[in-house]
DNA sequence: TCTCTTTCGTTGGAATTCCAACAGAATTAT
DNA sequence: ATAATTCTGTTGGAATTCCAACGAAAGAGA
């Protein structure tokens, strides 16, 4: 556990926490790590989660397919950030979407119920964490409405241009790498990936944008 | 404030708060009332917000319009339950849906800091309104991971299937209300109003469904 | 370096949505 | 009760997306 304090001591859910607490935190809470390859389903749609995910290093996604194929692409989640938490704290009865690693990854586990409860030993980070994790729960429902203001757009076009102003603001730039290669993100706006590729080559012809491969710039 | 005590103890900010707890909970948190008439708005889009709402009675809905005139509807949201939390929380710069009144309406307004942070009386009931809020805002995320579950379908056909399927799951029975009228609806569900009645047209006309106005059955 | 695999961009046809316009039904206001 | 307004469903054409197929470019592995 050691080799990822660097990591765990950057994540949000830790903020206000000092570094000499967090092994005995971790302790307190049962935290576990595991290891996945690339390609591995974390959590499956369907089942009853009641802890959620740090990423120690890797990557994973959070997916839903429906029955003839098509993937939605709700998030992509890379190193010390976390995932699962709402519906672990929600304490619901069925994913509705699945987390899968699209690189080898080790995750770290906290169970939420023993985080947000005060134990025997009345550790004082208790609150500390219920604090952080409400932030971190309102930032990821502020995140699902940007994702929502782009998948509600009509056109292909629309979506895309959404999706990459939005990509530029986060960057402060209008040079930028996108994080999806464009089957992810076709599947990430919802849309089929040769048109979303027809309509980018427009938009480049029109002089809205240039790309090469994930780097954009918005002219 | 009185009148409207019998509807915050059902309001699940308060659960595990004593009814004799209410009044003074709420003198704490400067909670504030306001009347609104139908149509005006709450919130802007653009602007900071610190405060979140109850809705006493009436009804409002968060929406979303493009420089097109289209608008998405995010959510509607009726007597008894909270609006703008997350964005309360998270105490985003700048929101990015407006929040608008459907009918005439009763809002209550409570500052997140002030209900986060223990105050210099030490009331002890900071820390349930923590967990409570920490629940709330989990299960609006899963809310709008449901509506991204309908918005990121492919077709308008989908898109109402998943709709009216999830309403039906809701109402636990194939005979159902829906809360919208058709262009709400098609809002709702980022179509177009003509082209979603043609289809539920066609929908009705496959004996997948039935339906007059509001009310829905699936077959 | 070569071979195999994956990714990306293009294309044309089928499917679907958007749009404007309209008429009739339902609702609201007088 | 009547008039005005709003809502709903229909229609046809334009616009757009999906889809399958393909070839070229890029990347990975031997």
């Known amino acids: 556990m050691k080799k990822y304090l660097d990591v765990l001591k950057e994540v949000n859910l830790f903020t206000g926490i000092e570094e000499s607490e967090l092994q005995p935190l971790l302790s307190c809470l049962s935290a576990t790590t595991a290891h996945y390859e690339k390609g591995q389903t974390v959590f499956f749609s369907g089942q009853s989660i009641k802890q959620f995910g740090i990423v120690l290093s890797g990557q994973i996604q959070v997916v839903q397919d429906d029955y003839q194929g098509n993937r939605s692409i709700f ?3 890379g190193s010390g950030n976390m995932f699962g938490e709402s519906f672990a704290c929600a304490e619901i009865k069925t994913l509705p979407v699945s987390v899968i690693t699209t690189t080898g990854s080790e995750l770290l ?21 219920i604090q952080n994790l409400l932030n ?15 998948t509600s757009k009509r056109t292909t076009r629309e979506k ?32 089929e990936r040769s048109a979303m590729s027809a309509e980018l080559s427009k938009l480049r012809n029109d002089g809205v944008l240039n790309f090469h491969k994930n780097q954009f710039q918005l002219l």
Not at 109 to 129: E, G
Not at 136 to 150: P, R
Not at 183 to 188: K, M, R, T
């Open 109 to 129: 586990f906290i169970d939420c119920r023993r985080l947000a409860v005060p134990c025997t030993k009345a550790c004082s980070f208790h609150s500390r964490l």
């Open 136 to 150: 971190i729960v309102s930032m990821k429902n502020i995140l699902l409405t940007q994702k929502i203001e782009i």
């Open 160 to 191: 895309l241009l959404a999706y990459l102003s939005a990509e530029a603001k986060k960057a402060r730039s209008n040079r930028f790498n996108i994080p999806f290669n464009r089957q992810e993100l076709a599947d990430y706006l919802s849309v």
């Open 75 to 77: 998030a992509k989640i």
